[in-house]
Nanobody
Framework: QVQLVESGGGLVQAGGSLRLSCAAS????????MDWYRQAPGNQRELVAA???????NYADSVKGRFTISRDNAKNTVYLQMNSLKPEDTAVYYC???????????????WGQGTQVTVSS
């Protein structure tokens, strides 16, 4: 099995910064695309940022220029640096990873449990 554990959420004032981490553990052969999603109360889960195994990135328009996704392949960890936070960034943030496990013929998706980010005005 594979586990994803997020950390780094919390309460911050508008204009502040947070850095989220998502560490994967388990029987991982290769660690492919990794994404950060968020879900605010009453809203659908939305893609915030994505990074491929090669390091190419993609961002939602609402966070471009403020958020940065990165990864450390040696640590099987993906990060989300969030700057200039706004109250509308308040949500539960989830990481999702595309992973190939040892002895598995297919790639699989795994989700973390989520971490709360609250931005006060």
């Amino acid at each position: 099995q594979v586990q994803l554990v997020e950390s780094g959420g919390g309460l911050v004032q508008a204009g502040g910064s947070l850095r989220l981490s998502c560490a994967a553990s388990g029987s991982i052969f290769s660690f492919n695309a990794m994404d950060w999603y968020r879900q605010a109360p009453g809203n659908q889960r939305e893609l915030v940022a994505a990074i491929t195994s090669g390091g190419s990135t993609n961002y939602a328009d609402s966070v471009k220029g403020r958020f940065t996704i990165s990864r450390d392949n040696a640590k099987n960890t993906v990060y989300l640096q969030m700057n200039s936070l706004k109250p509308e960034d308040t949500a539960v943030y989830y990481c999702k990873a595309n992973v190939k496990r040892y002895y598995s013929p297919v790639n699989e998706y795994y989700w973390g449990q989520g971490t709360q980010v609250t931005v006060s005005s």
